[in-house]
């Protein structure tokens, strides 16, 4: 599964954006990618996968995501913005 299939399969499981994720974990002042993941797990029932990939959204930024894990593309405001 690419990145961004975690990313758009997590909004269809919760309704939250990728950008609106970012913006809920800067909120809890989670800075690491452990407690986001766990976080994200217990608050949002996300499976591991989609956790870890919003986690290192979260912790490494979406540049770098950009970069180094999907090709130079990233959708971060949600499958409705692509429409």
Do not use: C
């Not at 996968?49 to 959708?75: C, M, Q, S």
């Amino acid at each position: 599964m690419s990145f961004q299939a975690y990313l758009d399969n997590a909004e269809k499981q919760t309704g939250i954006t990728p950008r609106a994720f970012l913006d809920l974990i800067a909120a809890q002042n989670l800075t690491k990618a452990g407690e986001i993941t766990a976080w994200l797990k217990a608050e949002h029932d996300l499976g591991h996968g989609h956790a870890t990939a919003i986690a290192r959204l979260a912790t490494k930024g979406p540049e770098f995501v950009k970069e180094h894990h999907t090709g130079g593309v990233l959708h971060l405001d949600g499958l409705a913005a692509r429409e």
